[in-house]
């Protein structure tokens, strides 16, 4: 019973941070708001650079953004449709940059383009500041795998050879190796859910609203 159990959970418990995936997130909705922001400088609307911005998108978010231009072109009202964009990101540093589009959208005024390009550098310095923060992180999570590959290797290979786990064979041995291993597989949790960080608040959108 512990060997399927340690067989169907170590790999979650070992499995590579996502961080990676929400940096790639992040450095996409810098780039993409710096883009909308230079398109702003020439002179067009939001919904016109909106729908100019389509073109040159990072491909993270790129789904997204081809979602909020459809809306556009499908006649939805530029707050709605700015709003679901918000959802459909699910992310506070993309509220930030939906709530600067809303105002602007509001007031249209001549100032939008140098507050995306002031929160399109505040971005990408936190892209930067998490790069390194989970290169700091990989190391530890890097050698726990190591060590516990290791270790299953070590307990593997005497028990298929020889006698070494015959002690564990009876009722009470099980009970043994079932404490300590559950105690390993804590020690490892522990370690993976200290490598996660937790996202700030939302405060638009309907998880905000919840």
Known sequence: MV??????????ILMVSDESKVIARLEGIAEWTRNLAGVMTAGQGIEQAIQASLR????????????????????????????AFADDLAD???????????LGATRRGDGLARVLTGLSESVAEDVKARRQIEADRAKPRSTA??????SLGA?????????FLAPY???????ILS?????YAACLVWLRRLSIIAPPPRFLG???RS
């Open 206 to 208: 309907r998880e905000a």
């Open 92 to 102: 506070p540093t993309g509220d930030m940059v939906c709530a600067a589009l809303l």
């Open 169 to 175: 064979g009876s009722a009470l041995g099980q009970v």
């Open 3 to 12: 060997l399927p159990a340690a067989v169907l959970g170590l790999p979650a």
């Open 56 to 83: 040159s998108t990072p491909e993270p978010i790129r789904g997204e953004v081809g979602r909020l231009v459809a809306r556009l072109r499908a006649r939805w009202s530029t707050d709605a449709a700015l709003r």
């Open 155 to 163: 307990l593997a290979f005497p028990a298929f050879t020889g006698t």
């Open 145 to 150: 795998r190591t060590v516990t590959l290791l």
């Open 179 to 183: 404490v300590m291993l559950a105690g």
